[in-house]
């Protein structure tokens, strides 16, 4: 009789994960209370404002300035920072595909390094051999809510004279050497997209110590004004990229809810990480004291298949999504340098500075191969989900039996 549920044994658990996104009525009366007062534009309210100020207190930045998205953040933060056409910015492949759309946009051309094996972050080694004199900054990404080498990085920006932008899209919370993500370089930005920590299903926020950054960022994303300006004079060629009221209005209550989830998520993690260090075929990413806090809006693991019988990444998932275990997922399947837009330069009309001869030519993204990362998307990662660190023990517990399960019976793995 098979033990495996994928091979048609009795599931090992009958009861969901927690949910995202956690809410309550304080979410339904910020909103209600933004509806009935009529003042649903930043510019009217006190919502948007009022939480710019507490997530940058919360960051320990002396500025916030929110917009529409993440995306949006990183674009204008880009920007402000000096980075324009045909500057190259150093990046990894193991991102979401916005770290180089980002860049893109404003006619900037992303340059991949590869990550460290131990940490999935931006490899400062890889990141130093691939500057040239057309590099322009670096922009290292926080991923999963663990930061990148912001000592390295920093250090070998310094040297070159260039910028470091954080990608900071998971990163709420997060620090490194005590010091928070988003003051760790010049400029961050951050996401509240539905699938983050901090959410009003979109959203993000700029980050930054520098307030000539800051200034710009501003004007950038309020249609190129200025704070003593006429509203019908623009200044510079910004964009619409205001965040609304009602976002303003939720994000102010996740953000408070956030301190205890965000102690919940990192307890279980240590458990979880403690518990799973023990299991053959299975390692957590290398345990750093410098970060000195790991948001984690993803929980890293790394599956060999040798100790599962030779099955693979996706064969171990349906086998323990069949176990009654949705917490998993393989994340990222392809590098960015591997997605179709950049591999064919279909760029569309977004970046036509880049084809008037100020670059003199598109990178060849199909001649890029990272092993570390190639490896990453290919066969090696898995993601826990946040939510379901915000669990109890026993969930947690329940993800270890399943993997020992799996292994334990790997031969009912074949497909
Ligand atoms: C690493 C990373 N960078 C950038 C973004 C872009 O954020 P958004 O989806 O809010 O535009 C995201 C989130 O989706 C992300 O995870």
């Not at 209370?33 to 009022?50: I, N, Y």
């Not at 006619?107 to 460290?116: E, N, R, T």
């Not at 946040?386 to 947690?396: F, I």
């Amino acid at each position: 009789m098979a033990h495996l549920a994928v091979a048609g044994g009795q599931p090992l658990r009958q009861t969901p994960f927690p949910p995202w996104p956690v809410w309550d009525q304080e979410e339904v009366a910020a909103v209600r209370a933004v509806v009935e007062s009529g003042r649903w534009g930043a510019q009217q309210g006190t919502e948007v404002r009022g939480f710019e100020a507490e997530f940058a207190a919360y960051q320990e930045a002396a500025d916030g300035i929110a917009v529409t998205n993440g995306t949006v953040a990183l674009k204008l933060a880009l920007t402000a920072a000096g980075v324009g056409v045909g500057d190259e910015v150093i990046m990894p492949g193991y991102t979401f595909v916005a770290t180089a759309t980002a860049a893109l946009e404003i006619g900037a051309v992303p340059v991949f390094a590869d990550i460290d094996p131990d940490t999935y972050t931006l490899d400062p080694v890889s990141t130093a051999a691939c500057i040239t004199p057309r590099t322009r900054a670096i922009l290292p990404v926080h991923l999963g809510g663990r930061p990148a080498d912001m000592d390295a990085i920093m250090a070998l920006a310094q040297r070159h004279g260039l910028v470091v932008i954080e990608d900071a899209a998971q990163a709420w919370g997060a620090s490194w050497q005590g010091r928070k993500a988003g003051t760790l370089g010049h400029v961050a930005g951050f996401s509240f997209q539905s699938s983050k920590n901090i959410t009003a299903g979109e959203g993000g926020i700029i980050l930054t110590n520098d307030a000539a950054i800051g200034a710009l960022a501003r004007s950038l994303s309020n249609c190129g004004r200025q704070p003593d300006g006429l509203w019908y004079a623009h200044y510079v060629l910004g964009g619409n990229y205001r965040l609304s009221e009602l976002h303003g209005a939720i994000l102010r209550v996740q953000l408070r809810r956030y301190p205890p989830q965000l102690a919940r998520r990192q307890a279980n993690a240590a458990y979880l990480e403690q518990a799973l260090s023990e299991v053959a075929g299975m390692t957590t990413l290398r345990q750093d004291e410098r970060v000195t806090s790991n948001a984690y809006h993803i929980l890293f693991l790394r599956y060999y298949r040798e100790a599962f019988g030779g099955a693979s990444r996706e064969r171990f998932l349906a086998a323990i999504r069949a176990e009654g275990i949705d917490a998993m997922h393989a994340g990222y399947s392809l590098p960015v340098y591997r997605q179709p837009a950049l591999r064919a330069k279909n760029f569309g009309l977004a970046t036509p500075p880049l084809f008037s001869g100020v670059y003199p030519e598109m990178p060849d993204y199909s001649q890029v191969a990272w092993p570390v990362t190639d490896r990453a998307c290919d066969a090696e990662a898995l993601w826990v989900r946040h939510n379901v660190l915000l669990g109890e023990r026993q969930d947690m517990d329940d993800i270890v039996a399943a993997i020992d399960k799996i292994q334990r019976y790997s031969d009912e793995l074949q497909e």
